[in-house]
């Protein structure tokens, strides 16, 4: 029986598949995500896409709109289990 370690991918890529998710399955739009956050559509574009992260304060306002735990929005979407290599 090997031993095997738990490798976990994360990042601001890891995040942002699911805020899209998120957004689509509440049938709402950027601008409507936006509108809710009290920040500008490309402000929230860049969020989603990754290239800004915004403040915690607003991830908080994303767990509360997505009605999804915080923890939850910000736990990574991959994790792979690799045979650890002997010694």
Same mark, same amino acid.
């Not at 950027?30 to 607003?58: D, F, P, W």
């Given at each position: 029986m090997g031993v095997y370690i738990k490798h976990v991918h994360f990042g601001r890529d890891d995040m *942002?598949? =699911?805020? =899209?998710? /998120? *957004?689509?399955?509440m049938g709402m739009t950027q601008r409507q995500v936006a509108e809710c956050l009290g &920040?500008? &559509? *490309?402000? /929230?574009?860049?969020i989603e896409s990754g290239t800004r992260n915004g403040k915690v304060e607003l991830w908080d306002k994303l767990s509360d709109l997505f009605v999804v735990p915080s923890k939850e929005l910000r736990k990574p979407h991959r994790e792979e289990w690799h045979p650890r290599k002997p010694r």
């Amino acid at each position: 029986m090997g031993v095997y370690i738990k490798h976990v991918h994360f990042g601001r890529d890891d995040m *942002r598949p =699911k805020l =899209k998710n /998120y *957004r689509i399955e509440m049938g709402m739009t950027q601008r409507q995500v936006a509108e809710c956050l009290g &920040v500008s &559509v *490309r402000m /929230y574009q860049h969020i989603e896409s990754g290239t800004r992260n915004g403040k915690v304060e607003l991830w908080d306002k994303l767990s509360d709109l997505f009605v999804v735990p915080s923890k939850e929005l910000r736990k990574p979407h991959r994790e792979e289990w690799h045979p650890r290599k002997p010694r």
